[in-house]
């Protein structure tokens, strides 16, 4: 084993929090603080592992810096393919790089130039970890503001989903490498296992982080490289700090990783699996707040090695190499150490081959195919499955092989469109049309619906550009072969009234139904009486327009057991059909002590429907109900008090923001409004926004800003500001503006902390300077 520590590997004397070797082995990444904003540089890894690379002058050592960031980067991860490089910071935005080709401005050291292909926004606080799905289709991001965003990495920036669920600062994001599973860590203590089928919770794991704390910066876990285990960060067991090690099978947590004296701050599992005396083993490294670093075999009861005192300050994150022999470390004193191993300290690394056939053997069948659709290429897990998918496809076979060849020609996709058989049964219904005489001579066709055929579809497939030289087809080719049937025996009077001719004379029916009164006059005629058809007359009364759809969804809070959300000193809990009675099921809100070991509350009140929405700080609880009503407390020592009277929303909440004394709505009619809770007083009235959604698009966040101005984004990488003084919405950031995208993030400006304007953009409320580097549970240091 060897030790390195280039010194020339820094940030100018600046916090290095992130650090990732590429896949190829060549470069390596590190993120972290530079001179007056977030850095991103490239290195070449060659000169730390290679001493006659590392004195070559000819060589650079720093591949390319990038200070487009406009605060500290947190996070810097590399693609499993090596394409993409993604990063995140404290301004609150996910940037994904690209190697280009063409020399540019945006990088400095010009060895190789790495341009920002796409600015990813949507978090409303500090982004802490990353993490690429196995085959780089998903892009996962975590963030203080308490959720995960899955990113489509195959259409930045698009949106796949916000996870939510957890309710404290998520620092730690990891995918399973069999594709099934996403696992986070987060600071209340929990952590969480989302399953990527439908993005629902799989299982919530608390036991072992109960006893922990808010100390670290993050908490970067990991996933085994054969998909049995998860290498958690801070963790607790009798007293002392661990790494909890938690099982895929049933999700048990009797094992774990002891010795550091401080939290453990990151894990990372070698991308091997190895053979060692026979027995196959994963490789662990382990990183902490102790400034130590550990290495673990799973096949070993003990460490393999422990280094004590490497850095002066927290190690912050660990990275091995492809080939499973170096790791790098990265600490918050603004080093990085390099750890070479060899085959014959850890064992020897699985080739690809065994690797899937260890796959297989643990998990079944690779149901992978020419697709890359993700969940086509996931391997199966349950043995049923897989019988049943056989079963399936012998059956087809089967009815396949039953299939006369004729028929099987007639299905086969044609690069040439072939004619319509006249005598296909299943073409009788359409292949001719009624023409029929109108009374004033002109034509009438019954119209004819020609649903698409698997035929049609085929050929249309077959004539794509590329399909063959008859792609393109001529007039001659594509005549009708509709048979035209005129019926004479139908008159159909056109329906339309002719005010230039007199009233046509009376039929027999009308003679027939002409009534006598009984002075002898005759009557009103019945077709008088009936209403008449003609465009002339006015039409009947339109139907009353149907209800209009909810813009957005509403949150759905859940039974399952007690919301509790922090309020200072106190924690809010809310339980949904807490009791039942005559009158109806009724909700409970209590107020509860955060440091006693008693339950009892402080204060309690009960609501007469289930709550859906929660926002609250140590001054105000506010609560929005299933009934559309909302409710606000002023919170004291021991009691709550009302800060306003119940207030009855146009529609259901959907979104509820909380900032100092101001509270703001966004409900799921695409409606805000803004209160004043001190003076009970509304700051903006029922604002409707509906117009800012198109077809699928949803409010992801809503912010409130420094001058009072709110800010709503939406899931398709829009942001709006309203500006109380224009009275209009402002566009603060447009990533489907084409204008926008090719100016590039450096050409927005920074917002300042005081707007002179209204229309100008400001910081959300808990954005910090960047010279404040310290969270408000957990200092970086």
């Known amino acids: 084993m060897k030790l390195l520590k280039p010194s020339w590997v820094n940030h100018d004397d600046k916090p290095i929090f992130s650090v990732d070797i590429h896949p190829a082995g060549k470069r390596f990444a590190t993120g972290g603080q530079g001179g007056d904003s977030g850095r991103v540089v490239v290195w070449n890894l060659n000169s730390v592992l290679l001493e006659s690379v590392e004195v070559d002058p000819n060589i650079p050592k720093m591949l390319c810096q990038m200070d487009n960031h406009l605060a500290c980067v947190n996070c810097v991860r590399w693609s499993n393919a090596g ?48 993490a690429w799905s196995p085959l780089d289709k998903w892009l996962a991001s975590c963030s203080v503001d ?85 290498l958690s960060a801070h963790a607790m067991n009798g007293g002392g700090p661990t790494a909890q090690v938690v099982e895929r099978d049933g999700w048990r947590c009797d094992k774990d990783f002891v010795g550091h004296r401080k939290a453990v701050t990151c894990a990372r599992f070698n991308n091997n699996i190895f053979v060692k005396e026979g027995k196959k083993c994963c490789c662990a490294a382990v990183g902490s707040r102790d400034r130590a670093l550990s290495i673990w075999l799973t096949s070993l009861k003990r460490p393999l090695v422990v280094v004590h005192d490497l850095f002066t300050d927290s190690v912050l994150d660990l990275s091995w190499s492809s080939d499973g022999l170096n790791l790098l470390a990265c600490s918050s004193d603004g080093t990085v150490a390099c750890i070479q191993f060899t085959n014959k300290e850890i064992g020897t690394p699985l080739t690809m081959e065994e690797k899937n ?16 659709d993700l969940s086509s290429n996931l391997l199966v897990e349950c043995p049923e499955i897989l019988l049943a998918r056989e079963k399936q496809e012998a059956k087809r076979e089967a009815k396949e092989e039953s299939t006369p060849k004729s028929e099987k020609s007639m299905s086969k996709p044609m690069l040439t469109p ?86 046509p004379a009376d039929n027999g029916l009308d003679q027939r139904l002409r009534k006598r ?8 005629r019945a077709d008088a009486l009936r209403p008449r058809r003609g465009a002339a007359e006015p039409a009947a009364p339109p139907a009353p327009p149907p209800a209009a759809l909810p813009a957005l969804p509403q949150p759905a809070l859940g039974t399952a057991g007690p919301i509790v959300r922090a309020a200072g000193t ?28 008693s339950n009892d509350p402080v ?49 259901p909440a959907a979104k509820l923001t909380l900032s100092g004394d101001t509270l703001c709505v966004v409900t799921t009619a695409a409606e805000l409004v803004m209160w004043d809770l001190s003076d009970a007083c509304c700051l903006i009235k029922p604002l409707n926004f509906r117009s800012l959604l198109s077809h699928g698009v949803t409010v992801t966040n809503c912010t409130l800003l420094e001058d009072g101005n709110p800010m709503i984004s939406l899931s398709n990488g829009k942001n709006y500001i309203y500006s109380k003084k224009l009275c209009s919405w402002v566009v603060w950031s447009d990533a489907t503006d084409p204008v926008w995208r090719a100016s590039g993030p450096h ?30 549970v957990a200092a970086r240091a």
Not at 108 to 123: F, M
Not at 359 to 370: P, S, T, V
Not at 614 to 643: E, S, Y
Not at 753 to 771: E, F, G, I, M, T
């Open 83 to 130: 394409r993409y490089l993604a990063s995140g910071g404290d301004d609150r935005l996910v940037m994904v790089w690209g190697l280009s080709v063409a020399a540019g401005t945006q990088g400095k050291h010009k060895a190789e130039t790495w341009r920002c292909l796409s600015t990813l926004r949507g978090h409303a606080g500090d982004v802490l970890d990353l």
């Open 357 to 372: 056939a260890f796959y297989e053997k643990i998990y079944g069948k690779c149901l992978a195919n020419e697709s890359n």
């Open 146 to 230: 308490n959720t995960i965003i899955i990113w489509n990495a195959e259409k930045f920036p698009e949106m796949v989903c916000v996870l939510n669920g957890h309710t404290g600062l998520v620092k730690g994001v990891a995918w399973d490498p069999v594709g099934k599973y996403l696992a986070s860590q987060s600071d209340d203590k929990s952590l969480r296992v989302w399953k990527t089928a439908d993005w629902a919770p799989e299982t919530v794991i608390t036991e072992p982080f109960e006893e922990c704390g808010g100390t670290t910066h993050v908490l970067r876990l990991s996933w085994s490289p054969d998909g049995q285990y998860v």
């Open 517 to 524: 009164t009984a002075g002898g006059l005759p009557g009103p």
């Open 570 to 597: 106190l924690r809010l809990q809310v339980i949904n059909k807490a009791c039942n009675t005559h009158y109806g099921t009724l909700s409970r809100l209590q107020l509860l002590p955060n440091n006693s070991i």
């Open 603 to 651: 204060w309690e009140t009960y609501l007469g429907a289930s709550v859906s929405c929660i926002a609250c700080d140590a001054r105000w609880a506010c609560v929005v109900c299933a009934d559309g009503a909302l409710h606000a407390w002023r919170l004291h020592r021991a009691k709550a008090t009302r800060a306003l009277p119940p207030i009855a929303l146009t529609s």
């Open 747 to 776: 050409a927005a400006p920074r917002p300042p902390p005081a707007p002179a304007h209204p229309h100008a953009p400001a910081q959300p409320l808990y954005h910090r300077s960047r010279d404040n580097r310290t969270h408000s």
């Open 418 to 503: 072939s004619p319509v058989s006249s005598h296909n049964t299943t073409l009788r219904p359409i292949d001719r049309q009624i023409e029929t005489r109108t009374s004033d001579g002109k034509r009438r066709i019954t119209p004819v619906f020609i649903p698409l055929t698997h035929a049609d579809a085929n050929e249309s497939l077959g004539s794509l550009p590329g399909g063959g030289e008859n792609c393109f087809s001529t007039s001659s080719q594509s005549k009708s072969r509709i048979r035209v049937e005129v019926r004479d025996d139908i008159v159909i009077h056109p329906n339309v009234s002719n005010h230039a001719h007199s009233r």
